[in-house]
């Protein structure tokens, strides 16, 4: 199983930006950020596959960018920008096994404040 490691999160006001790392122990192509905002159910907000192509939550779409080191498979990124207050949450990241399709790799989650 992989160790995942976040790094990044803070506080800011609304409209400005941060940027996520999340290190992994292990090689792993298909990885993702996940999102958990106080009250409300865990949701993707990001999700990248084997062949670099990522899929955004609407929520994020045009404000946030992931990426990842191709070289080594072991980092992924997100650049926020435009924060807004709801974009409040405990940020995860995740990882799949052989690109199954499902999560089983999770940090333990860094977390962004946005005021307004």
């Known amino acids: 199983q992989a160790q995942l490691r976040e790094s990044g999160g803070g506080s800011v006001q609304a409209g400005g930006s941060l940027r996520l790392s999340c290190a992994a122990s292990?090689?792993?192509?298909?990885m993702g950020w996940f999102r958990r905002a106080p009250g409300k159910e865990r949701e993707a907000v990001v999700s990248?596959?084997?062949?670099?192509?990522?899929?955004y939550a609407d929520a994020v779409k045009g404000r946030f960018t992931v990426s990842r080191d191709d070289n080594d498979k072991k980092s992924l990124y997100l650049q926020m920008n435009s924060l807004k207050p709801e974009d409040t949450a405990m940020y995860y990241c995740?990882?799949?096994?052989?690109?199954?399709?499902?999560?089983?790799?999770w940090g333990q989650g860094t977390q962004v404040t946005v005021s307004a």
């Open positions: 995740a990882a799949q096994r052989l690109c199954s399709g499902t999560f089983v790799d």
């Open positions: 292990e090689r792993r192509v298909c």
């Open positions: 990248i596959n084997r062949d670099g192509i990522s899929t």
